[in-house]
């Protein structure tokens, strides 16, 4: 089913990490069907995962966390890194529609390092004080300048430094992946504790038709979920969406235009996590 967060935010204020409100979609829990040899349909119930995943077959959206500005801004950047690597033959990650965020403007670093210092993870810390704890290992801010500091301190450090760290991004991150008409990404899974993906069109400069992000539960494998009903969000440019890696999603197909969407991916430092891994591969 088609979610119903479209539209567009003309006159609405930027996110409030404490104050603003913000949706949560929740995947209803189902079977899974196909059909056997014989035509009848076949339900299979499939086994819970341990341990729950954070955000466990939950969507967080959280409205204008990047101004229509802030979107041009980075969409621009973003074509500007990619015909520097078309013409020096550097592709970027997995394809060289992807931008990562060592070659973006120091200006639009500071963007994204402000959406996750001074929106997710506060949002986190404020609202979902059960996430936050786990991304933050009590490192939290409070309502002081100082306060807040701690949150745009951590979000410089993610991924930054040599200590082992709880919290960290995952490669390169954040990235700009860029689609045009006719490109889509397939169901897949992340396979990383958070993932924050953030739709930068359409803009007046890059109109869109189709795209979007479609989710299907988190027992739903890749390969089945084209026989699923999945969820489709589509909101406005500059809203975030925040779900767990483990949750099955896909990059709908653009029909027309170009679609631009900032992504990246949070690894929590779990040491029962691994172990669990390392014990189903046996």
Request: aromatic residues 6%; contains cysteine; glycine residues 8%.
């Amino acid at each position: 089913a088609d979610s119903a967060i479209h539209g567009a935010t003309v006159g609405a204020k930027a996110f409030d990490p404490v104050k603003s409100d913000y949706f949560e979609v929740k995947l209803v829990e189902s079977s899974v069907g196909r059909d056997d040899c014989d035509g009848t349909r076949v339900h299979v119930t499939l086994p819970d995962r341990h341990p729950t995943p954070i955000l466990h077959n939950k969507i967080a959206v959280l409205p204008k966390i990047i101004t229509t500005e802030e979107c041009a801004s980075i969409a621009n950047d973003t074509e500007r890194i990619l015909k520097e690597n078309s013409a020096k033959k550097i592709r970027g990650r997995k394809t060289e529609s992807w931008a990562a965020y060592s070659r973006f403007s120091s200006e639009n670093q500071r963007v994204m390092d402000r959406i996750l210092g001074e929106q997710v993870l506060e949002f986190f810390d404020r609202r979902m004080p059960s996430v936050g704890e786990k991304i933050l290992n009590g490192q939290s801010g409070d309502d002081s300048d100082a306060g807040r500091s701690t949150f745009k301190t951590l979000a410089r450090t993610f991924g930054k430094t040599n200590a082992k760290e709880v919290t960290s991004f995952c490669w390169d991150d954040p990235v700009v992946i860029k689609y045009d008409a006719g490109n889509c990404l397939a169901p897949h899974e992340d396979m990383r504790d958070l993932t924050i993906v953030i739709p930068l069109n359409p803009l007046a400069e890059y109109p869109l038709r189709g795209g979007g992000t479609m989710f299907w539960l988190e027992e739903t494998t890749p390969d089945l979920a084209r026989a699923e009903d999945g969820v489709l969000l589509k909101p406005p440019a500059g809203w975030g969406i925040i779900f767990n890696g483990k949750i099955t999603h896909s990059g709908e197909s653009v029909e027309a235009g170009t679609r631009f969407v900032l992504m990246t991916s949070i690894v929590l430092d779990n040491d029962d996590d691994t172990e669990n891994e390392e014990e189903e591969g046996e």
